[in-house]
């Protein structure tokens, strides 16, 4: 996907949330259990950046506004990440062996081990009850993660990677790190307006080095395989 095609989608998406919440004043529902399991691991792919002051005043912010919210599920700004490719749904016990197949994985990674990738012009991408923060990727992570996304498909984890990306394009088109996570149909009108008082900045670039690994849904616990 082009870096106007991703400027694109990324404003209709915001339009289109805006729809859905002029429609919906209210949180909705409140959903049963979390988004993803607490606990368990997947394996992803991804950087783990620096957080700039401008993301961390952000995310300071967001978790001002919501501190007494049991629905709210903030990023904590040691899991701030960018996730490349993710690759299975959580899986995996912390302390569970993984198969044997896994030696395929890692080879098949080691032609991007450590490549160092840039996302930039960060800016919020809002969705009906989750919060994004959403970049343009240069030239080279697009075509490298399409790779990567087909060596996978041709390999023994093929079945695992369908099943993480079900119902959704593979690759997924967003380059985004998840900053709020509403345990609701919709998010809260003072989240709304947090939201589109920030819809125009720019949040500057990220950079990181990829790596591969175990993790759990919001990368708070990262145990890289090579």
Same mark, same amino acid.
């Given at each position: 996907?082009?870096?106007?095609?991703?400027?694109?989608?990324?404003?209709?998406?915001?339009?289109?949330?805006?729809?859905?919440?002029?429609?919906?004043?209210g949180i909705g529902e409140i959903k049963r259990g979390?988004?993803?399991?607490?606990?368990?691991?997947?394996?992803?792919?991804?950087?783990q950046p620096q957080v700039s002051s401008e993301v961390?005043?952000?995310?300071?912010?967001?978790?001002?506004?919501?501190?007494?919210?049991?629905?709210?599920?903030?990023?904590?700004?040691?899991?701030?990440?960018?996730?490349?490719?993710?690759?299975?749904?959580?899986?995996?016990?912390?302390?569970? *062996? /993984? !198969?044997?197949?896994?030696?395929?994985? @890692?080879?098949?990674?080691? %032609?991007? +081990?450590?490549?160092?990738?840039?996302? $930039?012009?960060?800016?919020?991408v809002a969705l009906p009850s989750q919060l994004l923060?959403?970049?343009?990727?240069?030239?080279?992570?697009?075509?490298?993660?399409?790779?990567?996304?087909?060596?996978?498909?041709?390999?023994?984890?093929?079945?695992?990677?369908?099943?993480?990306?079900?119902?959704? *394009? /593979? !690759?997924?088109?967003?380059?985004?790190? @998840?900053?709020?996570?509403? %345990?609701? +149909?919709?998010?809260?009108?003072?989240? $709304?307006?947090?939201?589109?008082?920030?819809?125009?900045?720019?949040?500057?670039?990220?950079?990181?080095?990829?790596?591969?690994?175990?993790?759990?849904?919001?990368?708070?616990?990262?145990?890289?395989?090579?």
């Amino acid at each position: 996907m082009s870096s106007m095609s991703l400027q694109n989608l990324y404003r209709s998406t915001n339009e289109n949330t805006a729809a859905i919440w002029a429609e919906n004043a209210g949180i909705g529902e409140i959903k049963r259990g979390n988004y993803y399991d607490p606990v368990r691991l997947a394996l992803a792919s991804g950087i783990q950046p620096q957080v700039s002051s401008e993301v961390s005043r952000l995310i300071g912010g967001l978790q001002q506004l919501i501190k007494d919210d049991p629905l709210a599920d903030v990023l904590p700004e040691e899991g701030f990440h960018f996730t490349f490719l993710p690759l299975t749904p959580p899986l995996f016990n912390e302390n569970e *062996p /993984l !198969p044997q197949k896994v030696e395929e994985l @890692t080879k098949i990674w080691t %032609g991007f +081990d450590a490549e160092r990738i840039v996302i $930039r012009d960060l800016r919020l991408v809002a969705l009906p009850s989750q919060l994004l923060l959403a970049g343009i990727p240069d030239s080279p992570a697009i075509a490298m993660r399409q790779s990567f996304c087909e060596q996978v498909l041709d390999s023994h984890w093929k079945a695992e990677l369908q099943t993480r990306h079900s119902g959704s *394009p /593979l !690759p997924a088109p967003f380059w985004h790190s @998840t900053l709020l996570r509403y %345990g609701a +149909d919709f998010l809260p009108a003072s989240v $709304r307006q947090f939201i589109i008082e920030r819809l125009a900045v720019n949040f500057g670039d990220v950079a990181g080095e990829l790596k591969l690994a175990r993790v759990n849904y919001n990368w708070t616990a990262c145990y890289p395989l090579s």
